[in-house]
């Protein structure tokens, strides 16, 4: 069973997305932001990480080059609903720095588990 | 008569007494310099007022020759002659200066009177010279004083004016001229000062203010220009009295022109409230798109769950309908506060201002008229085509709509702007020394001045309910200033606006200018019959293709193959109204149809654009909004 790192510091996204994939019997890890994400990464077999790019403590960019500096074959989905603070949109930054993908928020959730099995399907072909 | 006759040295006394005792007095008591002159020109005697000018007794200048004293060159060249007509029986005054013992120069005002003698004869001329020097300087100095008050008047840039109590303008210099737009000053003869303000009881509680005896100050009073332009004016205004009469005789004002001053003030404050519900619209978009997304998601696992029960499966339908709605306005709400990437590439502004005008030649009514000027159509800048298309075509339709009623002139152009020409217009400082200038004129109902500084804040509208979303402008706000460029407004109620768009000139693209190769081919554009796809159809006419409309659900499905036939390429927008992509994709599959089709992909669409060219039958997939450069370049890919 794949488990999928959901990095999301707004509970409602959260608790959406991990209901969507362990409906799809994927094994869930939440973390509320990039520091809890980097330390629960080390310990666990995760496949997937789906992550928000604005948070507070360590945002989604950040996440995005430790986890790919600890695991480089990692999948990282980037999602984001647009910045809060500061001109631009990170997520061009976010696939740039090795996400496999990128949606913005609010995506068509279909599209964003269609990609998530692709991506794992992919990984274990690869 | 009295006898004057005198002679040298001891006259003969053959005078009355009293002649001699009113001479006698008159020498004596007058504090002119007085002498009595012969016929020959010589002193016959002096007072002892000349004598202390002089530094002389009496008696060394009885006797001696006049040009013995003023040298013989003044005798010959003033004197002699206004001796000659006093002798001829004529009093005559001039003014003369003299030197007189040290080099203090004097002036003098001179008087010769004939003397009769008592039978009528002219027998000596009295001599009366009046020291005017005091007067002379003083007047002097009063000229001077004049001279640089006129002077002063011509340097300060300031607008000054005088008038009578009542208000009629009796003086003013010519920065006033300049201020008020006047091009002859005889038309300001008769005028009141009255006439010039826009609120004509300010002017009434202005002169009662100034009958206080002091200097006011009134700040940004609105005058109206004699062009009809309304300006502000800093006003210092006086009321002058006489020396000893309390009334007050003149209204004394000085003007300075604040517009500019104001108008800057107006635009930071403007812009400060723009970034302000910028940032405020960004932050409820961002979080409102994590509440969105839960609730479509939630929304959608719902939808599986509910497969097998039509009508209640229906309904989750209808609820991501209306969340994708709100996307598009939380999206749009995000354009307005920069937060959402704009692709940047070099754009010819004139390709994308052309795309626009063809499309909005569409709404161009009877009564309406288009003007465009380009002039410099290789000017380049780094924008992303999609977004600065929507900027323009924006600003046009709300300039045509403007002159629905009225009907009107819209006027495009496109210039080369300096950094002065962008600070002037927009009150900031340039950020580039070369902008690409683009000004959307319309003659259709204008703004006032509490509706232009709002018309960029979210969700501020004039048009009727329902008719816009307020939105508009806000995005193109934000995209204009995300390019690091400027928008600028002028309007004038009634008359009609100026959008002015500043956008960075970047150096320009060498190569092959973007042209259409449109002709013989045949496009059949399949849509729901949205205004967004009727635009678009139109400017793909306008461009030469061969359009061929098909709307609504079944019309697709009942045209003939042999009538396909014909057709290059196939457009489908998939949005409202459209035949459904299953139903779309059965009669391509049915029919084994070749022709190219190009996706056209709005929010309401959830297949995602790699799909559908996956499945082979889309070869170009756009996103909404699209462009007519995209759709085109689109077309001539295929």
Known sequence: MDVIMIVEDDISMREMLTEALTRRKYKVIVAENGREALLKFKSSLTSLVITDILMPDEDGLKVIMKLKEMNPDLKIIAISGGGKAGPGNYLSLAKALGANEIFTKPFPLKALIDKTEE???????? | MIDFSFRRRKPRMSRADTDKSLLDYLF??????????DR???YVTVNPVFCSYLKVKEEEITGRHLSDLWGKETFKNIIAAKLQTCFSGQTVRYQADFNIGSSEEKYFEVTFYPLKNQSGEIVNVLAESLDITELKLSLREATRKEEDIKRLEMTVPVGLLRCKPDGTIVHFNDNFIKLIECDNPDHLEGVSLRDFYSDKSLFDIHLMQMRQGEIITFSRVPLVTLSNREIKCRINGYAVTDYDNPDIQWFDFAFEDVSREVMLENRLLQAKKLETIGSLAGGIAHDFNNLLGSILGFTEMLGDELKDNKSAYDITG??????????????QLLTFSRQVEQKKVPVRVSDILGEALSVVSSLIKTGMTVRERIESSEVTVSADPTQLFRVFLNLMTNAVQAMEKTGGTLTVTLDIAGGQVFRNETGKDNSSDRYALVRIEDTGIGMDDA??????????TTKELGKGTGLGLSVVYGIVTDLEGEL???SVKGKGSVF?????AIAEVPGEPFTNTTDSVRIMFISGDSHESRILSGALKQSGYTVQNVTGKDEFLNIENERLANINIIIYACEEGVISQPDFYAKFIDGNLKIPVIFIAGSQCDISGEKLLNSGIAKHVLFKPVSLREIITAIQLI
């Open chain 1, 119 to 126: 991506l794992l399907r992919s990984e274990q072909s690869g």
């Open chain 2, 28 to 37: 004596r008591e007058s504090r002119a310099m007085l002498s009595i002159i």
């Open chain 2, 40 to 42: 020959d020109g010589r």
């Open chain 2, 318 to 331: 209808k609820i991501l309908k209306a969340g994708t709605r709100a996307k598009e306005l939380t999206n």
């Open chain 2, 451 to 460: 509706v232009i500084s709002r018309i960029f804040e979210p969700y501020f």
């Open chain 2, 488 to 490: 600028a407004v002028k």
């Open chain 2, 500 to 504: 002015s768009v500043f956008i960075p």
